[in-house]
């Protein structure tokens, strides 16, 4: 049994009154087009007279059948998801700060279960953490050498995991600012009504750039009352670092020394009611995470019953009706080209 289609905009289907006028146009044009300019016999040489004849008189439904989809497409077809969110259920507003500087491609991870290096590892473990929460708002910082925001307190999860699946490190000036990344996140918590606010900040290094000290930052976030969870990504000391490939294009390491300063994460943590964790492996990482949430208070962000995710059914019908036009284009220009 198909499932029940939404139509984001079902306005937009008032368009398919085009299609039949689209036709009629494309089909009254390629009659005159083929009476004024093909011969019988350059019919026949450029192909079977039949086969071809019936193919350019059809050739307009291309056009017809693209529009269609196209159409479709537009109104953004949409079917209930397999969850549903209740929105008077209680959140949190959670502002993920995850380090990106070079560091984080340590490899200590793949000899202790991890299967990559932190970084890889860390942005597996976040797409987990996004979809096992159902009415969490979630934003998310990036630093470095400096903190940048990349995405706003949202519900929209699956944006938010493909923002997530794009990350990557060497895009931001080298460094490791705490403090300034700190500071971003409280800026995105701001205008937030939530009762419930943290930060998780996830980083493997010590603090040594930015303009904003980490403990100052920790200051402030103590004022607005939003508690600091902080997680330490690695074991610190001599590493396992990439520094090219073999013969065979794998990754080669050698042993580099990466600072570390888990009495700063603990005084953030401490100094904003916060919590620390140390997590050496992908297990550690998602406890820590799974900690985070079980110390949370929750906080209503939205009343008003249940509400379904929705799942949006366009992009086939838009690949589709960008296939047909494109397969029209070949036609007309290679095999069905009309020539003067």
Not at 36 to 64: E, N, V
Not at 92 to 120: P, V
Not at 226 to 255: A, H, Q
Not at 296 to 323: I, T, V
Request: net charge neutral.
């Amino acid at each position: 049994m198909l499932p029940d289609v939404l139509w984001h905009d079902p306005r937009a289907l008032w368009l398919l009154l085009l299609v039949p006028v689209v036709g009629a146009l494309g089909f009254a044009e390629q009659r005159r087009r083929v009476a004024l300019r093909f011969s019988a016999t350059h019919l026949l040489a450029l192909g079977p007279k039949g086969a071809r004849a019936r193919a350019l008189d059809a050739l307009p439904l291309l056009s017809m059948a693209a529009l269609a989809l196209a159409v479709v497409a537009l109104a953004r077809p949409q079917t209930s998801g397999s969850r549903t969110r209740d929105l008077s259920v209680e959140g949190i507003d959670i502002i993920i700060a995850l380090d990106l500087s070079t560091s984080m491609e340590a490899g200590d991870f793949r000899s202790l279960g991890g299967g990559g290096n932190r970084i890889s590892v860390a942005k597996e473990t976040l797409t987990d953490f996004i979809a096992s929460r159902v009415n969490d708002r979630i934003g998310l910082v990036v630093f470095a050498g400096a903190a940048y925001t990349q995405a706003p307190l949202t519900l929209d999860y699956g944006v938010l995991k493909e923002v997530v699946k794009q990350l990557r490190t060497h895009v931001i000036e080298d460094g490791t600012a705490i403090g300034d990344a700190i500071a971003v996140s409280l800026n995105r918590l701001r205008d937030s009504d939530a009762k419930s606010k943290v930060i998780v900040l996830i980083t493997d290094g010590d603090n040594n750039a930015g303009k904003i000290s980490p403990l100052d930052a920790a200051a402030m976030a103590k004022s607005l009352h939003v508690p600091i969870f902080t997680v330490l990504v690695g074991k610190g000391g001599r590493v396992p670092y990439p520094d090219g490939t073999d013969l065979f294009g794998n990754p080669t390491y050698r042993e580099m020394e990466i600072a570390i300063n888990p009495e700063l994460l603990k005084a953030i943590s401490a100094e904003t009611n916060g919590a620390y964790y140390r997590a050496t492996d992908r297990e550690s990482l998602q406890s820590g995470l799974r900690s985070v949430l079980d110390r949370l208070d929750k906080s209503k962000l939205l009343e008003g019953g249940a509400m379904a995710n929705m799942r949006e059914e366009f992009p086939p019908f838009l690949l589709l009706a960008f296939l047909l036009a494109a397969l029209e284009l070949v036609l007309r220009c290679t095999w069905l080209k009309v020539f003067p």
